[in-house]
């Protein structure tokens, strides 16, 4: 049973600093990672999206890696700034089944 | 122009009734989901449906009914609602099912409360 891990729970750090979240899977066999962001109150936006056979994507501040061997993705956020402050999500996608983790709650101290 | 558009936003019952939320998306999608956040965030498949056929249904009490009445609406109605019914609700749609260069689209979730 695929399960996803998303580690730490909540970070907070101050403007500028560049970050790392982490997500980690059980099931090696996936299609797909993607990383969402959800803000209070509202959907959820699609950030990046890894193939399995790729290794990282990269939009804007936003760089993911995948290393699928392993059941690893981080999502790094360069130079942070307060509007980035939202819930992190990352999916794995197999067999029409969608997964997600709990998700990283971040602040950005101004 | 919104993508993907869930109504109501915010819906607050008595236990025991009857209540629909509506869902639809304008990307011409040809997969629709729908997906249940509890209170500790943690997203959930209920339903999937690809071109009005239902092709996922997870555990999920027989009071729930996910109805398609074209592949660009995809509607929940929940009958007798529990007080343990009470989340947020998001629909979603991809252009294929699960397939590798897939993506999803969500809405803005409907918050559901019953007391």
């Known amino acids: 049973k695929q399960e996803v891990t998303q580690i730490p729970a909540a970070l907070s750090v101050p403007e500028g600093e560049n970050l790392v979240l982490n997500c980690s899977f059980t099931?090696?066999?996936?299609?797909?990672l993607q990383w969402f962001r959800q803000d209070p109150g509202k959907g959820l936006t699609s950030l990046l999206l890894?193939?399995?056979?790729?290794r990282e994507q990269t939009s804007g501040r936003l760089n993911a890696s995948l290393d699928k061997s392993s059941g690893r993705s981080t999502l790094y956020i360069a130079a942070s700034q307060p509007g980035d402050s939202a819930t992190y999500l990352c999916?794995?996608?197999?067999?029409?089944?969608?997964?997600f983790g709990k998700g990283t709650r971040l602040h950005i101290l101004p | 122009d919104t993508a993907v558009s869930q109504t109501p936003k915010y819906l607050v019952t008595q236990m025991g009734n009857d209540k629909s939320i509506k869902c639809e998306q304008n990307?011409?999608?040809?997969?629709m989901y729908w997906y249940k956040q509890d209170s500790k965030k943690f997203l959930k498949i209920m339903f999937s449906?690809?071109?009005?056929?239902?092709?996922i249904n997870e555990t999920v009490p027989n009071r729930f009914s996910p109805k398609s009445p074209d592949k660009a609406h995809l509607n929940l109605h929940i009958n007798s609602l529990e007080l343990g019914d009470s989340a947020v609700y998001f629909c979603?749609?991809?252009?294929?099912?699960?397939?590798?260069?897939?993506?999803?689209?969500f809405g803005s979730g409907t918050q559901l409360s019953v007391l």
């Open positions: 979603a749609s991809s252009q294929d099912s699960g397939a590798v260069y897939e993506k999803l689209f």
């Open positions: 099931d090696s066999a996936i299609y797909n």
């Open positions: 890894i193939q399995s056979s790729q």
């Open positions: 999916a794995v996608n197999r067999d029409d089944k969608i997964i």
């Open positions: 990307l011409g999608h040809d997969t």
């Open positions: 449906y690809n071109n009005k056929e239902l092709i």
